[in-house]
């Protein structure tokens, strides 16, 4: 999964970055099982999917004060 900028989050509409959170929490959650079970070989995904769904959950966030 590619690193997604706000600006580009804040265009996708709120039902899609519920899915895409939901997503990308199950593939930390995975990345984290690899990384304990040392099957991870790139440990830079599981900081890559943190800060995305950091990113995600604060347009939820704007959304939600904006309303």
């Known amino acids: 999964m590619k690193k997604q900028k706000a600006s580009e989050i804040r ?3 709120t039902e899609e ?3 895409m959170l939901t997503s990308t929490e199950e593939a930390m959650v995975l990345r984290n099982f690899e990384k304990a079970m040392s099957q991870l070989e790139n440990t ?3 900081r890559t999917l943190r800060k995305d769904i ?3 959950k604060m347009v939820l966030r704007e ?3 904006a309303v």
């Open 63 to 65: 959304r939600n004060v």
């Open 44 to 46: 830079s995904q599981i």
């Open 54 to 56: 950091a990113r995600i």
């Open 11 to 13: 265009k996708i509409s």
């Open 17 to 19: 970055l519920m899915e």
